[in-house]
T-cell receptor, first 114, second 114 residues
């Protein structure tokens, strides 16, 4: 059974700092891994999607990597800004019997201080 | 292109009542998935529909049901509401689902059961 873990649960950094959010998963037979952002009381905004055959994806100041063999993904945020403050969730989609649904981590709550 | 829309955005119901939530996917998307988000359990998968058929189902009691219409719009129904059903219900759409493309989420319906 796939389990997704995100550490740390919360992170506070000063503005301008580069930071890395971690995501680990127990079953390497994933179809893809997706990173989302959630603002308080809101839905999820898709940030990056990495297919199982890919190693990384980039969008602006965000870079996500995927290492299936070690069961890990990281989200790198460059030059953080107060507007980046939100909860970041990673989610894995399994290959096989449970295809069609995402398994989510509990998220990392990021606070960027001006 | 319009995003995923969900109605209503907020709902207050009493224990024992039933409720119906609606989701309109992004135009052209045929897969719709539903998730429940609570502070304790995080995001959990309810079910996925594709071409009016339930293709995948999470571990929720039979009180939770759904359907999809020919225009890909989807509804979910919860009967005999319990206090523990209070949550943010999110729907997500994708072109064909099953991990071949990313999922895009709506803003959610906040259900409060009193």
């Amino acid at each position: 059974k796939q389990e997704v873990t995100q550490i740390p649960a919360a992170l506070s950094v000063p503005e301008g700092e580069n930071l890395v959010l971690n995501c680990s998963f127990t079953d390497s037979a994933i179809y893809n891994l997706q990173w989302f952002r959630q603002d308080p009381g809101k839905g999820l905004t898709s940030l990056l999607l990495i297919q199982s055959s890919q190693r990384e994806q980039t969008s602006g100041r965000l870079n996500a990597s995927l290492d299936k063999s070690s069961g890990r993904s990281t989200l790198y945020i460059a030059a953080s800004q107060p507007g980046d403050s939100a909860t970041y969730l990673c989610a894995a989609m399994n290959y096989g019997g449970s295809q069609g649904n995402l398994i989510f981590g509990k998220g990392t709550k990021l606070s960027v201080k001006p | 292109k319009a995003g995923v829309t969900q109605t209503p955005r907020y709902l207050i119901k009493t224990r024992g009542q039933q409720v119906t939530l609606s989701c309109s996917p992004i135009s052209g998307h045929r897969s719709v998935s539903w998730y429940q988000q609570t502070p304790g359990q995080g995001l959990q998968f309810l079910f996925e529909y594709f071409s009016e058929t339930q293709r995948n189902k999470g571990n929720f009691p039979g009180r939770f049901s759904g359907r999809q219409f020919s225009n890909s719009r989807s509804e979910m129904n919860v009967s005999t509401l319990e206090l523990g059903d209070s949550a943010l219900y999110l729907c997500a759409s994708s072109l064909v689902g099953q991990g071949m493309d990313g999922q895009y989420f709506g803003p959610g319906t906040r259900l409060t059961v009193t």
